[in-house]
């Protein structure tokens, strides 16, 4: 029960618990602050899951209240709140990817408008008295803010307070989540304790590195998503550092841990890295995707790394104009989402016709049949 666990406040509590046979309410909470779910978060939905296995009722909550609020807990400058109806588009398909993981039928699925939205001033003035601002301001990210002169809204303030009541309106006896988490935790248990409640234990995970070595995010565009396509996300994987190679296998994948630590072994004694991280892009593509589409992830690598051909599964699109500029065409095709990004992935060398690289940003083309657009080497259209 202790992989992928930083750590667990009371310890001894829950294991007193779980020893006894209570069947416990075991609460995750995600704000939908992005369409997609990434592999960080599957780290504290492998624990839910590791719960639901055991036995215990499991809860995950879809924050489209708290998403609309926004959470900085890990931020190094204030996050903008969203629109009721960018979280509403975001989390469409929230809990069909969190299915991918835990069992949806055996989970309670909750939204915490259904019980944020209904607090009055009174009730949230009388549960801010719980807390002092010293409290929230000794924070390491949010003291390193104040004392770099940025803003720091008192909407910030209220985050953990909202949090906290979700696990006091569903009398939570653990919840799970990141390690940038543990002050909201912390105050859930407070909050708890303020409504006579018996306070949850909570278990934090640790962060996860994104592609580029820094903490996983959505906002910075360095995730491996749950919803990425086979080909891509073995892509992903292929691409990570070496020296996240078993951080990964222990984190996000339920491998035997033996089998993990002989791969640490054999790669401190000089095996080849890549070797490993095939296994690690396999077995990830394996969970989300299944086998069959895991082995057609690493034939088309390979055909187009090593033998630099075009994978065998390109998406087919239909083109009605005969001749466009650049932008228009990658935009139509679906491969950027503003003309700024095909701008941007051009001077990055990153766009191909027929093989051949495109420089200019203001380039014209002829369109023809079984022409084939790509961005960078996992992205590829073929026009019909």
Same mark, same amino acid.
């Given at each position: 029960?202790?992989?992928?666990?930083?750590?667990?406040?009371?310890?001894?509590?829950?294991?007193?618990? $779980?020893?006894?046979?209570?069947?416990?309410?075991?609460? @995750?909470?995600?704000?939908?602050?992005s369409?997609?779910?990434?592999?960080?978060r599957?780290?504290?939905? =492998?624990?839910?899951?590791?719960?639901? &296995?055991?036995?215990?009722? %499991?809860?995950?909550?879809?924050?489209d209240?708290?998403?609309? !609020?926004?959470?900085?807990?890990?931020?190094?400058?204030?996050?903008?709140?969203?629109?009721?109806?960018?979280?509403?588009?975001?989390?469409?398909?929230?809990?069909?990817?969190a299915?991918? #993981? #835990?069992? +949806?039928?055996?989970?309670? !699925?909750?939204?915490?408008?259904?019980?944020?939205?209904?607090?009055?001033?009174?009730?949230?003035?009388?549960?801010?008295?719980?807390?002092? =601002?010293?409290?929230?301001?000794?924070?390491?990210?949010?003291?390193?803010?104040?004392?770099?002169?940025?803003?720091?809204? @008192?909407? /910030?303030t209220?985050?953990? @307070?909202?949090?906290?009541?979700?696990?006091?309106?569903?009398k939570?006896?653990?919840? +799970?989540?990141?390690?940038?988490?543990?002050?909201?935790?912390?105050?859930?248990?407070?909050?708890?304790?303020?409504?006579? /409640?018996?306070?949850?234990?909570?278990?934090?995970?640790p $962060?996860?590195?994104?592609?580029?070595?820094?903490?996983?995010?959505?906002?910075?565009?360095?995730?491996?998503?749950?919803? &990425?396509?086979?080909?891509?996300?073995?892509?992903? %994987?292929?691409? $990570?550092?070496?020296?996240?190679i078993?951080?990964?296998?222990? @984190? %996000?994948?339920?491998?035997?841990?033996?089998?993990?630590?002989?791969?640490?072994?054999?790669?401190?004694?000089?095996?080849?890295?890549?070797?490993?991280?095939?296994?690690?892009?396999?077995?990830? *593509?394996? #969970?989300?995707?299944?086998?069959?589409?895991?082995?057609?992830?690493?034939?088309?690598?390979?055909?187009?790394?090593?033998?630099?051909?075009?994978?065998?599964?390109?998406?087919?699109?239909?083109?009605?104009?005969?001749?466009?500029?650049?932008?228009?065409?990658?935009?139509?095709?679906?491969?950027v989402?503003?003309?700024? /990004?095909?701008?941007?992935? #051009?001077?990055?060398?990153?766009?191909?016709?027929?093989?051949?690289? !495109?420089?200019?940003?203001?380039?014209?083309?002829? *369109?023809?049949?079984?022409? !084939?657009?790509?961005?960078?080497?996992?992205?590829?259209?073929? *026009?019909?």
């Amino acid at each position: 029960m202790e992989r992928g666990v930083e750590e667990i406040i009371d310890k001894k509590n829950l294991e007193k618990k $779980l020893l006894s046979g209570k069947k416990l309410r075991v609460k @995750l909470g995600i704000d939908p602050t992005s369409p997609n779910i990434h592999i960080g978060r599957s780290i504290p939905l =492998l624990k839910l899951k590791d719960f639901q &296995d055991l036995g215990h009722k %499991v809860v995950f909550i879809v924050g489209d209240f708290t998403g609309v !609020i926004g959470d900085t807990s890990d931020k190094e400058s204030e996050r903008p709140m969203l629109s009721e109806a960018e979280v509403k588009k975001n989390l469409k398909n929230y809990t069909k990817q969190a299915g991918k #993981i #835990i069992d +949806l039928n055996k989970c309670e !699925i909750r939204y915490n408008s259904e019980w944020l939205s209904k607090l009055g001033y009174s009730q949230i003035v009388k549960q801010a008295n719980i807390f002092s =601002l010293n409290e929230f301001i000794a924070r390491e990210n949010i003291k390193k803010r104040l004392s770099e002169g940025k803003r720091v809204s @008192l909407r /910030e303030t209220l985050y953990p @307070l909202m949090q906290g009541y979700d696990s006091v309106a569903l009398k939570a006896d653990v919840e +799970l989540g990141g390690t940038d988490q543990r002050f909201n935790l912390l105050t859930g248990r407070e909050m708890q304790r303020y409504h006579k /409640e018996e306070p949850q234990d909570m278990i934090t995970n640790p $962060l996860i590195e994104g592609l580029d070595g820094r903490k996983m995010s959505s906002s910075w565009g360095n995730t491996i998503n749950l919803t &990425d396509p086979p080909e891509e996300m073995y892509g992903k %994987v292929m691409s $990570l550092k070496d020296e996240l190679i078993i951080r990964y296998f222990t @984190l %996000v994948t339920r491998v035997d841990i033996e089998d993990v630590k002989k791969y640490d072994e054999e790669i401190k004694k000089g095996a080849n890295p890549k070797d490993y991280k095939e296994k690690l892009a396999f077995e990830l *593509v394996k #969970i989300y995707h299944g086998e069959s589409e895991a082995e057609k992830a690493k034939k088309n690598f390979y055909k187009v790394f090593k033998e630099k051909e075009v994978p065998e599964d390109i998406k087919e699109v239909f083109v009605k104009k005969e001749e466009m500029d650049i932008l228009e065409l990658l935009l139509d095709v679906g491969l950027v989402n503003s003309r700024s /990004e095909g701008k941007r992935f #051009i001077n990055q060398k990153g766009i191909k016709i027929d093989g051949e690289t !495109i420089l200019d940003t203001n380039y014209k083309t002829k *369109v023809k049949k079984g022409m !084939i657009i790509s961005l960078g080497r996992r992205n590829f259209r073929k *026009v019909i």
